[in-house]
């Protein structure tokens, strides 16, 4: 309603400063629905807030309540503030009391801070001698920390202490190579105390450590040898507690040998003992049967003792792998090889007397030779089981090896000598001997033997070298001393039989390369001794043999052919006429020798190669009777036949 006058007091004037304006511009009322209508109220704020807190109390649009708008607006104006007084007066209230209870407990707080001046000027004593007490605690604490520290390090508990001392006949345990291990790191860790201001303490304990580990040494060395002195069953069971016994005991390289010692002297024993039961009790219960009740069979006798020897050198090495399994010295495996031939060692001499008595009985070449090959392949086999030759089991194994290798060559040369003492003449079939059947059955056996046996390669092919050496070379003597007297024809067949023979029985064997070739060489030889006389043969009986005898001796000086004695045409006429009765039947014309070939392809060669020197000849006769200068007239009818068709009718 103000802003309404002073909006009419200001038209007013306004009505007076410009009378010319128009009455209905100078309403009031129209001004104010103007203004009223040009009010845009979505943009002012104020007035929708006034309009919406209006509506509240404002139900009911009437001229009584609009014109009682005002006063219901300053009453309700005035409940507001009278209620926020009232609110307001409340807590000022709650804030006295506040106060109140704020400045109690300012007083209270500047008593309690007085009384505890007063108490803290009074304890201040005790309280210096309380805090110098806690630092020397605490030192004390972190002193008794160090010292605990150091006894754990280098001192051992009173459980290990009892452990290493305990009594002499005391048994070993996982403890004691703990409590062994820790002096060794004692030991081992106390040298550090020697770089610093501590010598005299790390003396002490490095010389306490010292005569600990000696003792405990000592002791576990006798333990170690009181165990090894038990192990002389033929079963032998090795311990985990021995084995790392062994392990300690390496530290200590001289009680380490006298522990390996004392094993290998106590498996000496039992491998000894086991043999000799072997031998004359055999197994449990009878089986395996005694060794010995085989001495009759030389083979299986040897044998047999020589695969009870293998197993048990192949028991006594994996013994000793089991007990220095954890040993790391640098050079174990000498010492392995070193016991293993001392625990083989006993049974050389039971071994060697019973193998001499076998072999110088001279059971034969052929057993000899087995034997011989037997050794050498336990040789090779147990050596490799021992890893060195020197062991004295292997010497007696070679020894006998050699001395049966002797026998047996001992045995061919005397077998060659008494064929060569009494040379037997060839049989009336020209065929092998008895003498060198029975040496080549002799040397089949050996070869056989050879063959399947189990040495090595290389020793194999220089043993069958020697043995061919030994056994050929007399034979071939003795064949060529036996064939001296006989004829021509008689020997060669002889020779080619008796060669062909030893062929046959080598072609069978390996590394016979060589002497087959020498022996292919040598029938190749009488084989063309056997040609020419089977070729002189025919021609002799074809009625060849002078005509070309003469053919081959004539020469230009002499004059034709056709004036020599017996060279003339009837008695040319007459010898072709005897030839071709044999083009019509060659395989009538066979020396008696031949049929005596034990080879039908030898025979077959020889024939083939004769017929071709049959046929040479021929030709060569035929070339010189058709010659004019040789004399002979209607030499065609003479020679009807070409040599084209005398070799087409003999092939």
């Not at 006998?400 to 003449?425: G, P, Q």
């Not at 001794?529 to 070729?535: G, K, P, S």
Request: include cysteine; hydrophobic fraction near 40%; charged fraction near 25%.
């Amino acid at each position: 309603m103000a802003d309404t006058k002073v909006e009419i007091s200001n038209d007013g004037s306004a009505g007076i400063q410009n009378p010319n304006v128009s009455p209905q511009t100078n309403n009031p009322l129209s001004r104010k629905l103007n203004k009223i209508l040009e009010t845009r109220l979505d943009n002012d704020k104020e007035m929708l807030e006034a309009l919406k807190a209006l509506s509240v109390f404002f139900t009911e649009n009437s001229l009584r309540t609009r014109r009682n708008l005002r006063g219901d607006i300053e009453r309700r104006s005035l409940a507001i503030n009278e209620e926020f007084a009232q609110i307001f007066k409340e807590v000022k209230e709650e804030l006295e009391s506040v106060h109140e209870d704020v400045q109690a407990m300012s007083t209270c707080c500047e008593e309690m801070t007085n009384r505890l001046k007063a108490a803290k000027e009074q304890t201040q004593d005790l309280i210096v001698k309380t805090n110098k007490l806690q630092g020397e605690n605490h030192r004390l604490e972190v002193r008794a920390q160090v010292a605990q520290a150091f006894l754990d390090k280098f001192q051992l508990s009173n459980e290990e202490m009892a452990t290493l001392r305990g009594a002499r006949d005391a048994a070993i345990t996982e403890d004691f190579f703990k409590a062994l291990s820790r002096v060794k790191h004692i030991h081992e860790d106390v040298k550090i105390l020697l770089r610093t201001n501590q010598q005299t303490a790390g003396l002490e304990i490095m010389e306490q450590m010292a005569v600990l580990q000696e003792t405990s040494y000592e002791q576990l060395y006798r333990w170690a040898q009181n165990e090894c002195r038990g192990l002389t069953q033929e079963a032998c069971d090795i311990s985990p507690v021995l084995t790392q016994a062994m392990e300690a005991l390496q530290d200590r390289p001289v009680l380490y040998k006298y522990t390996l010692d004392e094993f290998g002297t106590a498996r000496r024993c039992a491998v000894v003992r086991g043999f000799i039961d072997a031998l004359t009790r055999g197994g449990q219960g009878g089986t395996p049967r005694p060794i010995e009740m085989h001495s009759h069979d030389p083979m299986r006798y040897v044998g047999d003792m020589l695969a009870w020897l293998h197993q048990a050198t192949a028991s006594e090495k994996e013994h000793l792998e089991a007990l220095l399994k954890q040993v790391t010295l640098q050079g174990v495996e000498e010492n392995m090889q070193e016991v293993v031939g001392h625990i083989t060692e006993g049974v050389c001499r039971p071994l060697k007397v019973r193998i001499e008595q076998v072999i110088v009985a001279e059971p034969g070449a052929v057993l000899l030779y087995k034997l011989s090959n037997l050794l050498k392949f336990y040789h090779h086999t147990i050596s490799s089981i021992i890893g060195t030759s020197v062991a004295s089991l292997l010497i007696n194994i070679e020894e006998m090896h050699i001395l049966s290798k002797k026998m047996f060559f001992n045995s061919l040369s005397l077998h060659a000598s008494r064929l060569m003492d009494k040379v037997e003449l060839p049989p009336a079939d020209l065929g092998p001997t008895a003498s060198l059947t029975q040496t080549l059955s002799l040397l089949r056996e050996v070869l056989a033997s050879h063959d399947s046996s189990v040495v090595p390669l290389d020793a194999r092919q220089a043993d069958f070298a020697q043995v061919l050496s030994c056994i050929l070379d007399p034979l071939l003597q003795l064949c060529t001393v036996s064939a001296s007297n006989l004829g021509t024809a008689d020997m060669a067949s002889y020779m080619v039989n008796s060669l062909y023979v030893m062929k046959t029985t080598l072609a069978v064997f390996e590394f016979t390369d060589k002497r087959l070739e020498m022996l292919e060489f040598q029938i190749e030889a009488h084989l063309d001794t056997l040609i020419n006389e089977q070729a002189s043969y025919v021609l002799t009986r074809a009625g060849l043999s002078y005509i070309y005898s003469c053919v081959q001796q004539h020469s230009a000086e002499q004059g034709p052919l056709s004036l020599l004695p017996s060279m003339d045409s009837a008695s040319v006429k007459a010898a072709m006429v005897q030839f071709d009765r044999y083009l019509s039947s060659p395989d009538t014309l066979v020396m008696p020798q031949l049929n005596f070939l034990l080879s039908a392809a030898i025979k077959e060669q020889i024939f083939r190669q004769s017929t071709e020197l049959v046929c040479r000849a021929y030709g060569d006769v035929y070339t010189a009777l058709t010659s004019p200068a040789n004399g002979y007239k209607d030499a065609e009818n003479l020679l009807p036949r070409s040599p084209k068709q005398v070799q087409t009718l003999l092939s």
